[in-house]
C-alpha cells in the first residue's frame, strides 16, 4: 500500500483549503438563511394579503346576504298583498252578476215594459172610445191619437 507523504506544507495546505471551503459553505449557509428569511417575510406578507382579501370577500357576501334578505321580506311583503287581493277579486266574483244572467234579467224587464205599455195603450184606445162617444173627441182626432207609437192602430 501506497501512503503519501504527509508534510507540514501539505497540512497546512489543507487546512486552508478546508478553511476557504468553510468560508464558503459558511458564506452560502449565511446566503440561505437570509433567503429563507426573505422567504418567510413574503410568505407572512402573503398569509396577510391573503386574509385581507378573505375578510373583505367575506364582508362582501355578507352585504350580498343582507340585500337577498331584504329582497327575501319584499317578496314575502308582496306574497301577502296578492293573497289580500285574491281574497278581494274572489269576493268580487261571487258578487258579481254575470252576462248571461244580466241579459236573462233585461229580456224579462224588457217583456214586463212591454206588457205594461200594452196596457196603458189599451186605456188609451178605451179613453179615446169614450171621449168620441161623448163627442168631446172627433173621429179624425180619434184616427190620429190612435195611430201614434208604440202600437198604432189603423181604425
Known sequence: MITPEVTWQTVSEDIQILQANGMTVAKNLNDLTNTVHDLNGKV???????????????EKF????QRFEKIDHQFDRMDQRFDRMEGRVGNIEKSMVTKDYLDIKLSDLRSDLTLLTSKEDRKLGTL???LVEQGRLSPQGAKKILALEPFPQGS
Not at 44 to 58: A, R
Not at 62 to 65: A, C, K, T
Open 44 to 58: 407572512d406578507d402573503l398569509i396577510e394579503t391573503l386574509n385581507k382579501f378573505s375578510t373583505h370577500v367575506d
Open 62 to 65: 355578507y352585504s350580498v346576504d
Open 128 to 130: 179615446v172610445h169614450e
